[in-house]
């Protein structure tokens, strides 16, 4: 597998060509770019109970490209209008909603590592749930670890018609409720 330069080395130009080079979209190229800039130029927050004098984040390195990303459901549900699939995979199939919904559950420029994962995800699961729909059968996304001390950047996306309401619990596995 190919990674990015660690983290201390890559710049928002690199980044731009990898984006690129996936065949990403101009609209998401920008603000990947748009949150290395911010991640390069912040420091990093202050949490209460977390001491972060430690954490060194510049010695991590993304990996270049999509992870491992499974999906698994019963693709019957999909004629009622659902879409479940990698994000990778959405960006192609349904552009305007990834774009429309990226970024708004949590924003991607409210601290240096919000941006520092908006900038490098690679991939990640998305739910799109029509209007009126109820989903009786479990949904399984599988997300793949990167080797060693690498890093992986996943996104979990889940949207509900009009307004998001989902419910879900998490420990060894994601589980939500529409």
Known sequence: MKYLPILSELTDLEIIDAARATGEPEWLIERRA???RFFAESTPPFWKRTDLSKF???DIAAPLGVQGTAIQWDAKVASQGVVFTTLAAALR???ELVEQYLGTAVAP???KFTALHAALWQDGAFLYVPQNVQIEV???AIFTL???GRATFSISMVRRSPH???????ATTRVCAL
């Open 109 to 111: 420029l409210t601290h």
């Open 93 to 95: 199939s349904h552009p």
């Open 146 to 148: 990167a080797d060693g």
């Open 164 to 170: 998001p309401q989902p419910s879900c619990s998490s």
């Open 138 to 140: 479990p949904l399984h």
């Open 56 to 58: 060194s984040s510049e």
């Open 34 to 36: 748009e949150a290395w």
